[in-house]
Nanobody, 129 residues
Framework: QVQLVESGGGSVQAGGSLRLSCAAS????????MGWFRQAPGKEREFVAR????????HYADSVKGRFTMSRDNLKNMVYLQMNNLKPEDTAVYYC??????????????????????WGQGTQATVSS
């Protein structure tokens, strides 16, 4: 079993920054992929970013590329999402997710919510104009 707990959401004005954290526990994560997704009201859950614990390879959605940075701390089993230059359209509930299968972060599969077995409860990020 894997437990994921997100934190760090909040309300900021456009152009501001937030740093989301995800604490992972329950199993060894050396072969897992970790992803961030978001879901705005009335919209489907969408891919934001992915990395694999074992390789230094990340993939970002085009909508956040250059503004968001995903990172990890292997010793602490933590992943982070640094969000800069936030826009009102970034407003959503952000979810951390774990994938127990090894897939290339740049693959289509890595962007699909169905690929991920474990999910956190989500943290709200609200960006005002």
């Amino acid at each position: 079993q894997v437990q994921l707990v997100e934190s760090g959401g909040g309300s900021v004005q456009a152009g501001g920054s937030l740093r989301l954290s995800c604490a992972a526990s329950g199993r060894a994560f050396s072969a897992y992929g970790m992803g961030w997704f978001r879901q705005a009201p009335g919209k489907e859950r969408e891919f934001v970013a992915r990395l694999n614990w074992s390789i230094d390879n990340m993939h970002y959605a085009d909508s956040v590329k250059g503004r968001f940075t995903m990172s990890r701390d292997n010793l602490k089993n933590m992943v982070y999402l640094q969000m800069n230059n936030l826009k009102p359209e970034d407003t959503a509930v952000y979810y951390c997710a774990a994938d127990t299968a090894f897939v290339d972060p740049n693959s289509k599969a890595a962007t699909m919510p169905v690929q991920y077995e474990y999910w956190g409860q989500g943290t709200q990020a609200t960006v005002s104009s």
